[in-house]
Nanobody, 122 residues
C-alpha cells in the first residue's frame, strides 16, 4: 500500500520559516520524482517545487524561488521543503506527490499525500 505522509505544517507570522517533510512508503521512493503542491482556500491546487529521483534537478514556482528549498533523502524515503521568509500568500494546504516523470504538471504525479496545513499571518 502506497503512502505519502506530510508533516511540519503550522501557523507562523510573516517572515517566519517552516520545514515540511513527506515520508513515502509502499513504492520505490528513490526511483520517483517528487513534488510539492499547495492549495489556498478558494483556489486551484498549484505547483510549488519538484526534484528528480536523484535530487540533482529542481524546479520552483516563480513565487517561491529564492525562499523555498526542496531536497530529498532517499535512504530515509523522505522529501523536504524548507520554507523561509514566509508571506500570507504562502498559506495553504501543502501536498507532496510522487511521479514517474519529473515535471511541474500535477496530473503527471501518481501518488499523493493528504496534505499539511501552512498558515502565515501578517
Amino acid at each position: 500500500q502506497v503512502q505519502l505522509v506530510e508533516s511540519g505544517g503550522g501557523s507562523v507570522q510573516a517572515g517566519g520559516r517552516l520545514r515540511l517533510s513527506c515520508v513515502g512508503s509502499g513504492y520505490s521512493f528513490g526511483q520517483y520524482a517528487m513534488g510539492w503542491f499547495r492549495q489556498a482556500p478558494g483556489r486551484d491546487r498549484e505547483f510549488v517545487s519538484s526534484l528528480d529521483f536523484g535530487g540533482a534537478i529542481t524546479y520552483y514556482a516563480d513565487s517561491v524561488k529564492g525562499r523555498f528549498t526542496i531536497s530529498r533523502d532517499n535512504f530515509k524515503n523522505t522529501l523536504f521543503l524548507q520554507m523561509n521568509d514566509l508571506t500570507p500568500e504562502d498559506t495553504g494546504l501543502y501536498f507532496c506527490a510522487a511521479g514517474e516523470v519529473h515535471t511541474r504538471t500535477q496530473t503527471e504525479y501518481k501518488y499523493w499525500g493528504q496534505g499539511t496545513q501552512v498558515t502565515v499571518s501578517s
